[in-house]
C-alpha cells in the first residue's frame, strides 16, 4: 500500500489488508446520484452483505472530511443517500479542492479506482461505467472513467454501459487506450439493462478464476493499466430492448432540450429513465449491481 496521509481505511478493510484477505472496492455516486432515497441506502448495504457472504471484505469508497476513504459506517453510507444530489460527484479532477477544503464527496468509478489503488485493493464492483457520450463529436463529453481505466490497477465489474452513451465510440475508446474488455459468460457487450448490444467484446471468461488468472497476469505486464469486466444482468431481471431504449431516447430528447451538460448528464438521465419506466429500471440496476457484487467477491478470492 502507498500510504498518503489524505488516505483513510476502515478498521476492517486495513485488517483485511494485512492478512491478505480477498476485498471488493465499492463506489459512491451510484449512492448519491444514481438512484433515489431509500433504495440507494437499501442496496449499499446490501452490496456490503452480499460481499461477505461471498467471502470478502467490502470497501466502500468516498470522500468524508477530506479523507479518501476506504470501508464507510453505515452512518456514513445513509448520510451519502439522504443527501444525494447535494454531495459532490467527485471524480479524479475534483480530489485535490476535496482534500484541501476537507470536503465530502461521492466517489466515480474513477475516483472509486484511485482509491482502490492506492489502498492496494484489485476488484471493484459497479453498476455501470461512464463512457462516450452520444454526441460526444460536438460536445467532447467522455467520462474521465475512461482515462481512468487505461492508468489505474483496478478491475471493474460492471453491467456493460447503458446506451444513454454511445457504446461503438466507448469499445473503441477502450481500445486506444489499452483497456481489456472481458465478457463474463458473453461475447457481447452487455447494454446493461438488457443483455446484448450487437457490440463484440474482444475476449471471454467463463470462470472467476479466469478472470483472476488475468488480473494476476497483467499485474505481471504492467505497473499501470485496468481492466473492465462486463457482466450480463441475469436473464429474468433484464428490460425489453424497445421499452428501455424508447425511454432512453426520450431521456436525452429532454436533456437536449433543457442544456443539461457536463457532470450532470449521467444523473439527469438515470433519474428521468427510472420516471419513464414506472420504476422498472431501477429494480434492474438493483438486481445488476448485486450480480456484479457476486462476480467480484469471487474473482478477489480466487487471486
Ligand atoms: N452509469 C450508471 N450508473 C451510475 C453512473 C454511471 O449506469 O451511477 C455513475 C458512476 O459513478 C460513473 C459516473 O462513474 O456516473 C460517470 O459519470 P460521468 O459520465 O459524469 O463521468
Ligand atoms: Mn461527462
Redesign the pocket.
Known amino acids: 500500500m502507498k500510504l498518503n496521509t489524505y488516505l483513510q481505511l476502515s478498521p476492517e478493510v486495513e485488517a483485511a489488508l494485512a492478512q491478505g484477505k480477498p476485498i471488493v472496492a465499492l463506489?459512491s455516486?451510484?449512492i448519491s446520484?444514481?438512484m433515489p432515497y431509500p433504495q440507494n441506502v437499501e442496496t449499499a448495504l446490501n452490496c456490503q452483505r452480499i460481499c461477505r457472504e461471498n467471502g470478502a471484505v467490502p470497501a466502500t469508497c468516498a470522500i468524508i472530511g477530506g479523507k479518501l476513504c476506504a470501508g464507510l459506517t453505515d452512518e456514513q453510507i445513509d448520510y451519502l443517500g439522504r443527501e444525494g444530489r447535494n454531495v459532490t460527484k467527485a471524480?479524479r479532477r475534483d480530489l485535490p479542492m476535496l482534500c484541501a477544503k476537507g470536503m465530502n464527496g461521492a466517489t466515480?468509478?474513477?475516483a472509486t479506482m484511485i482509491i482502490a489503488a492506492m489502498a492496494g485493493i484489485k476488484v471493484f464492483a459497479?453498476?455501470?461505467?461512464?463512457g462516450v457520450h452520444r454526441g460526444a463529436e460536438t460536445t467532447m463529453d467522455i467520462?474521465?472513467?475512461l482515462e481512468e481505466l487505461a492508468q489505474t490497477p483496478v478491475c471493474v465489474v460492471c453491467a456493460g454501459a447503458?446506451s444513454i452513451l454511445d457504446l461503438g465510440l466507448t469499445m473503441e475508446y477502450l481500445e486506444t487506450k489499452g483497456v481489456p474488455v472481458i465478457g463474463f459468460g458473453t461475447d457481447e457487450l452487455p447494454a446493461?439493462y438488457t443483455r446484448k448490444s450487437g457490440f463484440s467484446v474482444p475476449w471471454r471468461c467463463d470462470t472467476p478464476e479466469e478472470l483472476a488468472a488475468a488480473v494476476n497476469a497483467q499485474r505481471a505486464l504492467d505497473e499501470k493499466g485496468g481492466m473492465l469486466v462486463v457482466n450480463p444482468i441475469p436473464e429474468q431481471y433484464s428490460m425489453d430492448a424497445d421499452v428501455i431504449n424508447k425511454a432512453i431516447d426520450d431521456a436525452i430528447e429532454e436533456a437536449n432540450r433543457l442544456g443539461i451538460k457536463g457532470?450532470d448528464?449521467?444523473p439527469f438521465l438515470?433519474a428521468k429513465i427510472k420516471d419513464l419506466t414506472g420504476g422498472e429500471s431501477l429494480a434492474s440496476n438493483i438486481q445488476l449491481v448485486y450480480n456484479n457484487v457476486r462476480l467480484a467477491s469471487k474473482v478477489a478470492a480466487a487471486l
Open positions: 463506489e455516486t451510484i446520484h444514481g471524480s466515480t468509478v474513477a459497479t453498476g455501470g461505467i461512464g467520462s474521465a472513467d447503458k446493461f457532470k448528464t449521467t438515470l
